[in-house]
């Protein structure tokens, strides 16, 4: 096994690399999910793959236009210090990699030489394939980071259910779906489209697959190109890249019923100041035994006072006037850390005015964009009963 990557090829190289780096597991305690496996196929290019228990990611590197390839062959490299290695490398050095067995690999870069031992890739393995058919649609980058940005948050931590760990996808033949949420909160995000599925397509990824796929995205320039079955999502991007995950196993729970329909109380406000307003007043409720803030909403003052209070540390309050607000008065209280991180990706996304509406003191409220998207976009959050 042998091939070159000249000054001109490091760059992609190295992304490669670090993105295939992402995909391994030093904690597991099967060794070959710490390996990265790399095959060579003279003529034709390279190969990068790292699998874990829960995905696995191919990429290839062109034969001419990625590196010169001389011979065939294939290894396991230590990922943690061949991704320092590759490092190492300076932008006008040429990378040559060779081996004669599946023992040893020599890496030399500008005047450094390495040998290092390597394993037989014959006991890496290999992950699943999933039959084409019905289940396949394309999407946009684009299209799917906005899924994943506007949904991963609500998504449950390791404490949570396992079913909620994740964030369910609804593929329809006319749209996509995105839900993700804790029991506590509650994101959703609806892109129209015609996507060519015949039959409905529901999968739950889980936050580690996911986060996996948006580190990817900003490299891709091409259709994604994805497959589901029960229990697996493959993700392909032209011959170059290709990912597959296994699916979280259980039933999503029925989300539609919880989406207020109606308000009897609503007010609009400038996104980035008050996630500022939220902010300052959250310096308490952090410190303090329970992270609540309270809305004291008046309409007939056009004002909202935001508290919070610590028993050891003391109280805040923040007075926001002159703003849009009708219905009734209302106390509310809710997470902070939830608003501010719905008003987050609201910032990011260039939103930059929101709507809150409420039904009653202990019913879910909506914190929405006031935006033509705004059908597209949901954020659910529950009240916290405060004695």
Same mark, same amino acid.
């Given at each position: ?7 001109? @090829? ?9 993105? !295939? ?54 290894? +396991?490299?230590?990922?943690? +210090? ?24 020599? !890496? ?58 994740? /964030? ?135 004002? !909202? ?24 008065? +209302? ?22 005015? /929101? ?18 998207? @705004? ?13």
């Amino acid at each position: 096994m042998k091939f070159i990557v000249n000054a001109e @090829q490091l760059r992609k190289f190295n992304i490669v690399v670090s993105v !295939i780096a992402k995909g391994v597991d030093q904690r597991s305690s099967i060794p070959a999910f710490q390996l990265i496996k790399l095959d060579v196929k003279a003529g034709k290019g390279l190969t990068f793959t790292s699998q874990n228990s829960e995905y696995g990611i191919s990429m290839k590197l062109q034969d001419n236009k990625d590196c010169t390839t001389f011979s065939d062959g294939s290894v +396991l490299l230590p990922a943690k +210090l061949f991704l320092n290695m590759i490092k190492k490398i300076k932008a006008t050095d040429e990378l040559t990699i060779e081996s004669d067995d599946t023992i040893t690999t020599t !890496i030399k870069f500008g005047k450094s030489s390495y040998e290092l031992n390597t394993m037989d890739s014959s006991n890496f393995p290999k992950p699943k394939e999933v039959e084409k058919g019905q289940s396949d649609f394309e999407m946009d980058a684009a299209e799917m980071r906005n899924l994943i940005h506007n949904t991963l948050f609500s998504a449950a931590d390791s404490q949570g259910r396992e079913i909620l760990q994740g /964030v369910h996808l609804i593929i329809k033949p006319d749209s996509i779906k995105a839900i993700g949420t804790d029991s506590h909160r509650l994101s959703s995000f609806e892109i129209q489209k015609d996507t060519g599925v015949k039959e409905k397509i529901d999968t739950t990824l889980s936050v580690n697959t996911l986060k996996f796929i948006q580190s990817l995205l900003p490299y891709v320039k091409s259709k994604l190109q994805l497959s589901s079955n029960h229990d697996q999502f493959i993700l392909k991007i032209g011959d170059e890249i290709k990912f597959v995950s296994t699916t979280i196993e259980g039933e999503y729970p029925q989300v539609d019923a919880l989406i207020p329909q109606d308000e009897t109380t609503k007010f609009s406000v400038d996104t980035e100041s008050f996630m500022e307003f939220i902010d300052r007043v959250r310096l308490i409720s952090h410190s303090g035994e329970n992270n609540v803030v309270t809305f004291n909403i008046d309409p007939a003052e056009k004002s !909202i006072s935001l508290s919070s209070n610590a028993k050891t540390y003391g109280n805040c309050q923040q007075d926001v006037t002159s703003i849009d607000i009708d219905g009734d008065k +209302l106390e509310i209280s809710a997470n902070p850390d939830y608003l501010y991180e719905i008003l987050r990706v609201y910032k990011q996304d260039g939103i930059d005015e /929101v709507a809150f509406s409420f039904t009653k003191p202990l019913r879910p409220f909506l914190v929405n964009p006031l935006t033509d998207k @705004q059908s597209e976009i949901i954020n659910l959050v529950t009240p916290i009963k405060v004695y």
